[in-house]
């Protein structure tokens, strides 16, 4: 794990140095390190695939110890119950319901346009199956609030968490969509998905 990867100064910290050592260790004990950076924006959609695996949330959570950070993130609502739910609503999960029509994307645009500073963690596919591809929902979020994705991954072959390119969606979705299936084609998650063998 690369104990001196770089957090941008105006990123807001949870200061919970006890799921900080906890993160830390974890990631040295398991072998996964973090690569690429981190821009020095105050607003930014951290976009992670491929989604394949219920270790990609663990390894989510070992890398949000590990960084210190404060961010949003999406999650399917049916984890959001009981004392589990609670733990996840206290690390900034918002639950999702994708099987109902709503102003999810409205609403997450809106508390950018609120927050001086913000950070949201999303899968662009949205499950594990072996789908053929992404969801809209977050070029939507991020051309609506005018804020940059940052293209990270989960990279099971070498265990990295990676922070990939910033990308700026053009408004043009399927070129955008087209772009950003060919980054994360290569990229191996813990099983390789069906976009990614088309």
């Given at each position: ?11 807001v ?9 906890i ?8 072998g ?73 994307v ?73 772009t ?16 990614q063998?088309?």
């Amino acid at each position: 794990m690369n104990s001196n990867f770089p957090v941008p100064a105006q990123y807001v910290r949870r200061n919970a140095p006890v799921a900080n050592f906890i993160g830390r260790t974890m990631m040295r004990l398991s072998g996964w390190r973090l690569v690429g950076e981190l821009p020095d924006l105050p607003k930014i959609v951290i976009a992670v695939a491929p989604h394949t695996s219920n270790w990609d949330f663990v390894i989510g959570v070992m890398t949000l110890f590990t960084l210190d950070i404060n961010l949003n993130f999406i999650g399917k609502h049916t984890l959001f119950r009981g004392w589990f739910g609670r733990w996840l609503r206290s690390l900034g999960g918002v639950p999702a319901d994708r099987t109902k029509a709503h102003g999810l994307v409205g609403e997450v645009i809106d508390a950018f346009n609120t927050n001086d500073r913000m950070i949201l963690a999303l899968s662009p596919e949205g499950t594990r199956t072996l789908s053929k591809g992404f969801k809209t929902g977050f070029l939507h979020i991020a051309r609506g609030a005018n804020v940059p994705i940052v293209l990270a991954y989960f990279d099971f072959p070498n265990r990295t968490v990676g922070f990939g390119p910033v990308f700026t969606p053009t408004g043009d979705v399927e070129r955008d969509m087209k772009t950003i299936l060919n980054f994360y084609r290569p990229i191996r998650g813990r099983y390789v998905k069906q976009w990614q063998k088309d």
